[in-house]
């Protein structure tokens, strides 16, 4: 199992993590090693086998709906690298009027 | 009184009751200790002096003013808090860059429920960064260092507990376990640590790692100790929709340590190949041991147990790869100066970031990707099922399952840090019990030749704590390793 450049690129871009070129080799290396050593898996016979996604039971949970007294604006901005008139700001989303 | 940072849990408690002793003195003489020791072990990313000793003045004004039966139970007792953990108004890093200035606006459940107990923080505990790591070499902070041996790691992610409790520091700390975060430090660091079950402590205000996993857990001398603080933070907490509502028993240990009637079960696939000689050695006298206080000692098999560490590393990576997607330099957190959206998130994420985690997050999308779900994060939740059904099976003939905690004892700082594998392969003994989501308790049996602790493991069925507790208990009544402290 050996990963190209190409698939860690395209891994990071769905991750949206920016990656030095060292980085990207590197993680080449350790991700195909990695995947090498989870491929015992594939030996494993499941084909009757249900996932575990929790292992709770399942349930509902639910709670009365009582309105109750939220954060305040402040409190909630005050992390915010950036803000402006109690909303946190971001760049341009869509350009050009789309 | 020279000692107060010697004092078990139980003994502070009784001081503080009887008056003996003020929770400021207690403080005050744990604050001592951290600035003797703090600089050679790097325990802690920040430091609370002032907020803990504002508590100990009010919790002494409290006991002053009030009946002892009107007294919250941990009236005026320090504790430490790993730094996942959030506190308002107290900055929580967890171990990263990207948090380096998030001030949180509430406080988890579990470090409420202490504090309405009435304990005094002092101080924010190192962590690997995110909690991912086995060594505490992933905080972006700084490395702690092994009380016992301040050339090896503590062992991680909650290293910085670790060591706090083992070094004198704080006589309790919370730490967080996701495939043996609480566990392998406290082994490393020979003192006592419990994961509980998966449900059992609410994770409100723990930042998410691998939600199917996380756990809160406890650092302490004794399961004695352990047991006082499980107590209180245990139990149903609307906030957290996976905390199950399912009584705490009050967990009474007595110095009963006759085991006459309990299995326990010793698993053949613990014991292999790669084991150290020491921590065999001291973990299978610490199974005759049980043996002799009348436990029988059956030999069991849990067969899927080779396969817990893809899994784990798939499953736990796939969630991380989810819950980190909210670091995006928007509401909290670092925030890249480049004036494109996606830019901007990119570069937010790819500086704040730390190596371990950008591999861990990489590794789980790649798990989750389009053409690669079935084949990698789908086949793990299925041999999940077979982890957990070994131990479902397994209980149907025992109490509890004895194992080494890890196969090693505290290795060196640097020692691992070039190869993740080998890294990841120090969890394989604790990360079953998060794949089940039962709990387990790890506690010191002895040395090794290097004079660092070895610790064992007892794991038991779903909600079944305190009969880990009694064992470990009835251990360490007849026993002394769990006394055993660091020459600093």
Aim: with cysteine; net charge negative.
């Amino acid at each position: 199992m050996q990963l190209t450049i190409q698939e860690v690129e395209h891994i990071a871009e769905l991750a949206k993590l920016d990656l030095s070129d060292e980085e990207k080799e590197q993680y080449r290396e350790q991700l195909s090693s990695i995947l090498a050593y989870a491929a015992m898996l594939q030996n494993v016979d499941t084909g009757d086998i249900p996932p575990t996604a929790s292992v709770l039971p399942e349930r509902s949970v639910l709670r009365e709906d009582v309105v109750q007294e939220p954060l305040s604006p402040e409190t909630v901005l005050q992390n915010a690298p950036h803000q402006k008139e109690q909303q946190f700001k971001v760049p341009i989303v869509m350009e050009n009027g789309q | 009184m020279s000692n107060l940072s010697d004092l078990s849990v139980r003994q502070a408690l009784k001081l503080l009751q009887n008056g003996d002793i003020s929770s400021v003195e207690v403080t005050q003489s744990y604050l001592d200790r951290i600035q003797t020791v703090e600089p050679q072990i790097k325990a802690f990313i920040t430091l609370t002096p002032e907020l803990a000793i504002a508590q100990a003045k009010s919790a002494d004004q409290l006991r002053k003013n009030n009946p002892l039966e009107d007294l919250p139970a941990l009236l005026g007792l320090p504790i430490a808090v790993k730094d996942v953990l959030a506190l308002q108004n107290v900055r929580c890093t967890c171990g990263s860059r990207i948090l380096e200035n998030f001030i949180p606006p509430y406080t988890a459940t579990t470090v409420q429920r202490l504090l309405d107990a009435g304990v005094v923080i002092l101080g924010k505990t190192n962590t690997d960064e995110f909690a991912m790591g086995s060594s505490t070499e992933n905080s972006a902070y700084q490395t702690t260092h092994n009380p016992w041996n301040q050339a090896h790691v503590p062992g991680g992610s909650s290293g910085g507990s670790a060591a706090a409790v083992s070094a004198g520091m704080a006589p309790i700390a919370l730490g967080s376990d996701t495939g043996g975060s609480v566990r392998q430090p406290a082994s490393f660091c020979g003192i006592t640590g419990l994961k509980p079950t998966y449900g059992r402590v609410s994770r409100f205000g723990l930042i998410a790692y691998g939600s199917s996993l996380d756990s809160v857990g406890i650092f302490s001398r004794s399961a004695k100790d352990l047991a006082v603080i499980f107590e209180q933070i245990a139990g149903r907490d609307p906030k957290d929709a996976t905390s199950m509502d399912i009584p705490v028993p009050g967990i009474h240990l007595n110095s009963n340590t006759d085991l006459t009637g309990v299995r326990i079960g010793v698993p053949k696939e613990y014991f292999i190949t790669g084991i150290q000689t020491d921590v065999e050695k001291n973990v299978r006298t610490a199974i005759q041991h049980f043996e002799s206080l009348g436990a029988q000692i059956v030999e069991i098999s849990l067969p899927h147990t080779e396969y817990a560490l893809p899994v784990y590393y798939l499953i736990a990576t796939a969630e991380a790869s989810a819950n980190l997607a909210r670091f995006d330099g928007v509401r909290y957190g670092y925030s890249a100066e480049e004036t494109s959206l996606w830019e901007r998130f990119k570069h937010s994420r790819g500086r704040g970031f730390g190596s371990e985690v950008k591999r861990r997050i990489m590794l789980g999308t790649y798990a989750l990707s389009a053409g690669y779900y079935d084949a990698y994060y789908g086949q793990a939740q299925k041999v999940r099922t077979l982890i957990k059904r070994d131990f479902e099976q397994a209980f149907e003939h025992v109490d509890a399952i004895a194992t080494p905690v890890a196969p090693t004892t505290a290795f060196k700082i640097g020692e691992h840090t070039n190869d993740p594998l080998a890294m990841y392969l120090e969890d394989i003994f604790t990360l079953p019990t998060n794949l089940a989501g039962v709990p387990g308790l790890a506690f010191p049996v002895g040395f090794d030749h290097q004079g660092l602790p070895v610790g064992m493991q007892l794991m038991g069925p779903h909600f079944k704590e305190e009969t880990l507790l009694k064992l470990v208990h009835a251990y360490q009544l007849s026993t002394q390793w769990h006394k055993s402290m660091p020459d600093l």
